[in-house]
Nanobody, 122 residues
Framework: QVQLVESGGGLVQAGGSLRLSCVAS????????VGWFRQAPGKEREFVAA????????YYADSVKGRFTISRDNAKNTVYLQMNSLKPEDTALYYC???????????????WGQGTQVTVSS
């Protein structure tokens, strides 16, 4: 059984920064790609960022490119999402996920965390 636990969310003013963390257990973390997704109230879950097994390949949603950075530390079974220049529209529940492919599509991921809330005030 795989478990993913996110942390690092919170309330921040527009222009501020947060770093999300996701710790994985139950599988060989370095074998799998990781992704971050988010879901705002009344909206569908959307892709934010993804990284390949060793982080050499990364993808970003256009809306966060240049502001967010995904990274991973396989020795710690952890993936990070550094979020800078936050905007109110970044407010959402943020999820991490693992899967076999470095994908922007939620259905390509097998395991999901419970999410961490990010709220950006204007």
């Amino acid at each position: 059984q795989v478990q993913l636990v996110e942390s690092g969310g919170g309330l921040v003013q527009a222009g501020g920064s947060l770093r999300l963390s996701c710790v994985a257990s139950g599988r060989t973390f370095s074998w799998y790609s990781v992704g971050w997704f988010r879901q705002a109230p009344g909206k569908e879950r959307e892709f934010v960022a993804a990284a390949s097994h060793y982080g050499s390949l990364t993808y970003y949603a256009d809306s966060v490119k240049g502001r967010f950075t995904i990274s991973r530390d396989n020795a710690k079974n952890t993936v990070y999402l550094q979020m800078n220049s936050l905007k109110p529209e970044d407010t959402a529940l943020y999820y991490c996920a693992t899967g076999s492919a470095t994908s922007k599509v939620p259905r390509d991921y097998d395991y999901w965390g419970q999410g961490t809330q990010v709220t950006v005030s204007s």
